[in-house]
C-alpha cells in the first residue's frame, strides 16, 4: 500500500529535550516536506527536498533541522524544542513533475506538546 | 508567510445543496491544488489545476482558476455529510508549498 509514515504519531516532552520525528515514503517520490498546523494559521512549510542531499527551508525553518540522506526517509530533528514548537506536523512527499511537486500524499501526523 | 487564503472560514449547508469556497493568492504559481482535512488527519490531495487551465472537473468537484485575478473557486455539487470536512488550497511559489487557513465545511444530513 502506498503511504507516507510518521513516528511517533503523539509525542510529549519537555523544554531542550532533543527530538527526532521519522518520516518515510514508500512510493519512490523525489520531493518531501514538512509542515505544521496551529489554529487560524494553516499549514506552513518548515522544510522541503527536492531529491537526496537536497533541502531548503520553507516558510518557518527556525528551530527544526532535517537530512534526506535516503529517498524514502526526510526526519524533521527538533535540537531543543522550545513551547511555541507545540503543533500538529505533517510530512508529505510527491513526485516532482519537471521542476514542481505535484499532489502531495501526507502522513497521518504528529501531535507535538512541549512543556 | 501564507500564499492562499480561502473564504469563507466556514460554510455550513443542507445534504443535497451546493458548496462552494473560494482562494486568492498573492503571486504568481505554476499549480494551484485543492485539499481535503478531516478533523486532526493528513490531508488528502483532490485537484490540481495548471496555470494555464481554466476550469477542471473530478466527479461532484469542479475547481476554476483566474490567473488574472488570482483566485480559485472549489465547486462541491450535491454535496453529502461525508464532505463535511476542512478545505485547503495549496500554491507553489517555486517549490514552496503554501496552503491557505482553509474553509471548514459543514453538511447537515
Known amino acids: 500500500e502506498a503511504q507516507v509514515t510518521q513516528n511517533p504519531r503523539y509525542l510529549i516532552t519537555v523544554t531542550g529535550k532533543k527530538l527526532t520525528v521519522t518520516c518515510s515514503q514508500n512510493?519512490?517520490?523525489?520531493?518531501m516536506s514538512w509542515y505544521r498546523q496551529d489554529p487560524g494559521l494553516g499549514l506552513r512549510q518548515i522544510y522541503y527536498?527536492?531529491?537526496?542531499?537536497?533541502?531548503d527551508k520553507g516558510d518557518v525553518p527556525e528551530g527544526y533541522k532535517v537530512s534526506r540522506k535516503e529517498k524514502r526517509n526526510f526526519p524533521l530533528i527538533l535540537e531543543s524544542p522550545s513551547p511555541n514548537q507545540t503543533s500538529l506536523y505533517f510530512c508529505?512527499?510527491?513526485?516532482?513533475?519537471?521542476?514542481?511537486?505535484?499532489?502531495?500524499?501526507f502522513g497521518p501526523g504528529t501531535r507535538l506538546t512541549v512543556t | 508567510s501564507q500564499q492562499g487564503e480561502e473564504d469563507p472560514q466556514a460554510l455550513s449547508i443542507q445534504e443535497g445543496e451546493n458548496a462552494t469556497m473560494n482562494c486568492s493568492y498573492k503571486?504568481?504559481?505554476?499549480?494551484l491544488q485543492w485539499y481535503r482535512q478531516n478533523s486532526g488527519r493528513g490531508l488528502v490531495h483532490l485537484i490540481l489545476?495548471?496555470?494555464?487551465?481554466r476550469e477542471k472537473h473530478s466527479g461532484r468537484l469542479r475547481v476554476t482558476l483566474d490567473t488574472s485575478k488570482k483566485s480559485s473557486s472549489l465547486l462541491i455539487t450535491a454535496s453529502r455529510a461525508a464532505d463535511t470536512a476542512s478545505y485547503f488550497c495549496?500554491?507553489?511559489?517555486?517549490?514552496?508549498?503554501?496552503f491557505g487557513a482553509g474553509t471548514r465545511l459543514t453538511v447537515k444530513p
Open positions: 489545476i495548471r496555470s494555464n487551465e
Open positions: 527536498s527536492m531529491n537526496v542531499e537536497v533541502t
Open positions: 503571486t504568481s504559481i505554476n499549480n
Open positions: 512510493m519512490n517520490h523525489e520531493y
Open positions: 495549496a500554491t507553489d511559489d517555486n517549490n514552496d508549498m503554501r
Open positions: 508529505a512527499s510527491s513526485f516532482k513533475g519537471g521542476q514542481f511537486p505535484y499532489e502531495q500524499y
